[in-house]
């Protein structure tokens, strides 16, 4: 294969690569949409389902790293020739891609709640669905960063994680305090916490992808410092 050919080539698989990436995010996101909406209709059959899109999620993982180590492979026996660029975008996937099977995990447990919850009829805290709404949301816009490869969108994703975390002080407050009162039993307290903890887990991860596109897009590191995001180039991290 000539060099032009082999360019092209290496080009296609990397933007390949980038594709199947934006698709499984899509996945995880309506994963994500359908374990809160099975928690809280308290649908066993919807959960069961999310269990088994979190299936797909994990066979696509696998196919997409192996595709990334294959092209690797293929750049590092001299078959093509990847320039810096590409050769981080091909690890950014990686990287990416792993962190969105977590998010799919997270999501299949949630839905997994519905069977264990101590009292089925228990009424959360009215912020408690607000603030899933809000981890969804921060889920999407987290796919939209990478399907855009948008730096920008990314800074928002790294900012809302911190929204997530005030609602969880605030719903756990206001479980506490209904423990306290007798409305909220201990056992329907603890799903509660174990909902809230799914949700800050999702919004992690989240955040850890929006680095990753930050990255990938700028070349900048960037770490959580003082209560602050801060970016600074690779050569000093």
Same mark, same amino acid.
């Given at each position: 294969m000539? &060099?032009?050919?082999?360019?092209?080539?290496?080009n296609?698989r990397?933007?390949?690569?980038?594709?199947r990436?934006?698709e /499984?995010?899509?996945?995880?996101?309506?994963?994500? !949409? @359908?374990?809160?909406?099975a928690?809280?209709d308290?649908?066993a059959a919807?959960? @069961?389902?999310?269990?088994?899109?979190?299936?797909? %999620?994990?066979r696509?993982?696998?196919e997409?790293?192996?595709?990334?180590?294959?092209?690797?492979?293929?750049?590092a026996?001299?078959?093509y020739?990847?320039? /810096? &660029? /590409?050769?981080?975008?091909?690890l950014?996937?990686?990287?990416?891609?792993?962190?969105?099977?977590?998010?799919?995990?997270?999501?299949?447990?949630?839905?997994?709640?519905?069977?264990?919850?101590?009292?089925?009829?228990t009424r959360?805290?009215?912020t408690?669905? %607000?603030m899933t709404?809000?981890v969804?949301?921060v889920?999407?816009?987290t796919?939209?960063a990478?399907?855009?490869?948008?730096?920008?969108?990314a800074r928002?994703?790294? /900012?809302?994680?911190h %929204?997530?975390?005030?609602?969880?002080?605030?719903?756990?407050?206001?479980?506490?305090r209904?423990? @306290?009162?007798?409305?909220?039993s201990?056992d329907?307290?603890f799903?509660?916490?174990?909902?809230v903890?799914?949700?800050?887990?999702?919004?992690?991860?989240?955040?850890?992808i929006a680095?990753q596109v930050?990255?990938?897009?700028?070349?900048?590191i960037?770490?959580?410092?003082? !209560?602050?995001?801060?970016?600074r180039?690779?050569?000093?991290?």
């Amino acid at each position: 294969m000539d &060099d032009s050919r082999a360019q092209q080539d290496a080009n296609g698989r990397v933007t390949h690569l980038r594709k199947r990436l934006c698709e /499984q995010g899509r996945v995880v996101v309506s994963l994500v !949409e @359908a374990a809160f909406k099975a928690f809280y209709d308290r649908d066993a059959a919807d959960a @069961a389902g999310v269990s088994a899109e979190d299936d797909r %999620v994990d066979r696509a993982d696998v196919e997409i790293e192996k595709e990334c180590v294959a092209l690797l492979t293929s750049a590092a026996h001299g078959d093509y020739r990847l320039d /810096q &660029d /590409q050769v981080r975008s091909v690890l950014t996937v990686v990287k990416i891609n792993n962190e969105l099977e977590r998010v799919a995990d997270v999501g299949a447990e949630i839905a997994d709640l519905v069977g264990k919850l101590a009292d089925p009829d228990t009424r959360f805290p009215e912020t408690t669905e %607000v603030m899933t709404n809000s981890v969804l949301g921060v889920a999407r816009d987290t796919v939209g960063a990478i399907e855009k490869s948008d730096p920008d969108l990314a800074r928002v994703v790294l /900012q809302s994680e911190h %929204v997530v975390l005030a609602f969880k002080g605030e719903i756990l407050r206001k479980a506490e305090r209904r423990v @306290a009162e007798g409305s909220m039993s201990v056992d329907s307290a603890f799903d509660l916490h174990e909902l809230v903890s799914h949700c800050i887990l999702i919004a992690d991860h989240c955040s850890n992808i929006a680095e990753q596109v930050i990255y990938e897009r700028t070349g900048m590191i960037v770490r959580h410092m003082e !209560e602050r995001w801060v970016e600074r180039p690779a050569s000093d991290s």
